[in-house]
């Protein structure tokens, strides 16, 4: 009898729950959110301010503990991992963008994206090119020798994105990374996280407000006061 391989796990969340505090300042950020990403997929995740978008995000990462519920990323149960062991999966697997950019504030963008790569163990001569490259292709050429300071904050989101996708993840986690951009440096943005997915099979999930984001992903979901309803195809 012939066994079909079953399709290949991207992201699969179950019944998340994330309280903050406790007692009466208890704040209940997730409360039972379910959410799944197919490889190959971008999902945008929108919902208002305070809906839990970053922490559900967080929890998917590793950065963040849910109080109950599983997390499941590329077939690795991601809560059972221990500190040391999910440092190296997300090595191996993630690139985060989070909400504010998280560049470090003494290198120059360059420097920014050049010191991922080498977390990563790729070599001097692959690297010095692919940091160049990422930056041009999000619209950077100009600014590798800038630090973070002396960009705009929307440079500075795209320096982030451009350390994220300089070498490839797995999976791209990104905390709304079209928020202090254009329409048309979004469009860029967007562009890029679409040309990951055809060129590498990145699976990508977003928070984002903005409505092209949205329009771009291949599916949406809404998260409200913690839980995610989901909208069907966009
Ligand atoms: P969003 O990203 O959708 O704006 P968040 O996930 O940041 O929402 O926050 C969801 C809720 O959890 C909010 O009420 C927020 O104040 C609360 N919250 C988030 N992180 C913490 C934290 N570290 N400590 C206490 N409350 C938090
Ligand atoms: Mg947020």
């Not at 079953?6 to 409360?31: E, F, H």
């Not at 996708?165 to 709304?176: R, S």
């Not at 949406?220 to 913690?226: A, E, F, H, R, T």
Request: include cysteine.
């Amino acid at each position: 009898m012939s066994v079909s391989p079953s399709p290949s796990p991207g992201i699969k969340a179950s019944n998340l729950w994330r309280t903050y505090g406790a007692n009466s300042t208890a704040v209940l950020a997730l409360q039972g959110a379910d959410l799944s990403v197919s490889r190959g997929e971008i999902l945008a995740v929108t919902g208002p301010s305070g809906s839990g978008k970053t922490t559900l995000l967080n929890c998917l990462a590793g950065l963040d503990s849910a109080n109950d519920g599983t997390i499941d990323v590329l077939g690795t149960n991601v809560h059972q991992l221990d500190y040391e062991e999910a440092v190296e999966w997300r090595r191996q697997n993630l690139a985060i963008v989070f909400q504010d950019s998280g560049l470090f504030p003494y290198l120059s963008a360059w420097e920014n994206v050049e010191i991922a790569l080498r977390l990563r163990g790729i070599d001097r001569s692959t690297r010095n090119s692919a940091a160049t490259h990422a930056l041009q292709r999000l619209g950077l050429g100009e600014h590798g020798d800038h630090r973070p300071a002396e960009l705009s904050g929307g440079q500075q989101q795209r320096v982030a994105i451009a350390r994220a996708l300089a070498c490839p993840p797995k999976v791209l986690i990104a905390d709304e990374p079209t928020a202090q951009l254009d329409l048309q440096t979004s469009q860029l943005v967007l562009d890029e996280l679409r040309h990951a997915v055809h060129t590498n099979d990145v699976t990508i999930i977003m928070t984002t407000h903005d409505p092209m984001a949205k329009a771009r992903a291949d599916r949406s979901v809404q998260l409200v006061d913690g839980r995610v309803f989901d909208k069907g195809t966009t």
